[in-house]
């Protein structure tokens, strides 16, 4: 099965949002965390970066129940994301849903940047939450013996 991933480019170069996304130990802690979502109907997914078609050719969505997906580039206003019309992030104040999954590692100032926007008693979700911790980034593959 072929995924529809770019994982690198002649002028960007390679795409280190698919090394860490695709990564074998990311998983089952990704999956884990889809699942959670497909619990929590309806979600909304923040993609500044454009990530999320890729997560999801990794881990697909379809049990989740999106409602919205809110972008930062303005260049990206209406398309087709994951079967929603992508919408500026400053229209997820109107959102109603349970949770936010912002498509981003490191999130914690992108989280910071709309928090003002986030409706109360909405749960965000971040990449940070499948991320490997620095000891799991090299996996050494002892001989047999």
């Known amino acids: 099965m072929a995924l529809d991933i770019n994982t690198f480019s002649n002028v960007q170069g390679g795409f280190p949002f698919f090394k860490a996304a695709g990564h074998p130990a990311v998983a089952p802690m990704a999956q884990a965390m889809v699942a959670r979502l497909a619990g929590m109907p309806p979600i909304a997914i923040y993609d500044p970066s454009g990530f999320a078609p890729a997560f999801a ?27 929603q ?7 997820l104040a109107a959102a109603k849903v349970s949770a936010l999954l912002v498509m981003a590692f490191d999130a914690e100032k ?6 003002h926007l986030v409706p109360a008693g909405t749960e965000i979700v971040t990449l940070d939450e499948i991320r490997l911790s620095d000891d799991l980034s090299l996996i050494h593959i002892s001989e047999p013996t």
């Open 57 to 83: 050719q990794l881990y697909p969505f379809d049990a989740m129940s999106i409602s919205y997906v809110f972008v930062q580039d303005i260049s990206a206003l209406g398309e087709t994301v994951l079967g």
């Open 85 to 91: 019309t992508t919408q500026p992030v400053t229209d």
């Open 110 to 115: 992108t989280v910071r940047d709309i928090a």
